[in-house]
């Protein structure tokens, strides 16, 4: 069981469609984190939220547009995404941030997408 | 730079054999480190994690891994694998990011491990 909930666990779209994905955690997390994982490969951080405030964006292109609405939920905006976008995109999120030596990250399932 | 190495790609073990999967890293300070576990078509979970202390760390599922300085080393062991172990393992080390208090996972390319009935 996962304390981080993903939704949709599948997506699939055209690239001209807008859709967005969503994850929601209640474990009074404040650092939340989007990834993406191709296949055979380690997760790639994207995005992180630090007391809902974005304080990274790993050179992440625009077609991708995190949101984070409050402290539980962070949402991965998606507009014109391309073939090569395909892939596990995964949230995580973290007690707070800074040290990670008691603050492991707790990751959902994963949003597995699929681009037309 | 920092990074993390895991040397083996592929691992296959008979059910009921032990089982090391290697793990190496480069960071210049006190590495903070994790082993997690992903099935497919599942996200990470954390087996175990290492920042300080007793060197020989004790997971979930019986797993367990040993921290080595002077070898920068981080293996996960378990002494009986099961066949629900198969799975694909990732190492991964924490680093500070530029902004003050941020973090982020510093991941090895993963140990895909096979289990033999």
């Known amino acids: 069981d996962t304390e981080v909930t993903q939704t949709p666990k599948h997506l699939v779209m055209g690239m001209t469609n807008k859709k967005s994905l969503k994850c929601e955690q209640h474990m009074g997390h404040r650092a939340m984190y989007w990834y993406k994982q191709k296949a055979k490969k380690p997760p790639e951080l994207m995005f992180v939220y630090s007391y809902e405030k974005l304080s990274i964006n790993e050179s992440v292109p625009s077609r991708f547009s995190p949101e984070c609405p409050n402290s539980s939920l962070l949402n991965l905006h998606l507009h014109a995404l391309q073939p090569e976008d395909s892939a596990l995109y995964l949230c995580?999120?973290?007690?707070?941030?800074?040290?990670?030596?008691?603050?492991?990250?707790?990751f959902g399932d994963g949003t597995r997408l699929s681009i037309l | 730079a920092q990074s993390v190495t895991q040397p083996d790609i592929h691992i296959t073990v008979s059910e009921g054999a032990s089982l090391e999967l290697r793990c190496n890293y480069s960071?210049?300070?006190?590495?903070?480190l994790f082993w997690y576990v992903q099935s497919p078509g599942q996200g990470l979970q954390l087996l175990l994690k290492y920042f300080s202390g007793d060197t020989l760390v004790q997971g979930i599922k019986g797993f367990e891994a040993e921290f080595k300085r002077s070898q920068s080393s981080f293996n996960l062991r378990k002494p009986s694998v099961h066949w629900s172990d198969a799975a694909e393992y990732f190492c991964?080390?924490?680093?500070?990011?530029?902004?003050?208090?941020?973090?982020?996972?510093?991941f090895g390319t993963g140990t895909r491990l096979k289990v033999l009935a």
């Open positions: 991964a080390v924490g680093a500070p990011l530029e902004v003050s208090g941020t973090y982020k996972y510093i």
């Open positions: 995580a999120s973290s007690q707070k941030p800074g040290s990670p030596g008691n603050q492991p990250q707790h």
């Open positions: 960071y210049g300070a006190t590495p903070y």
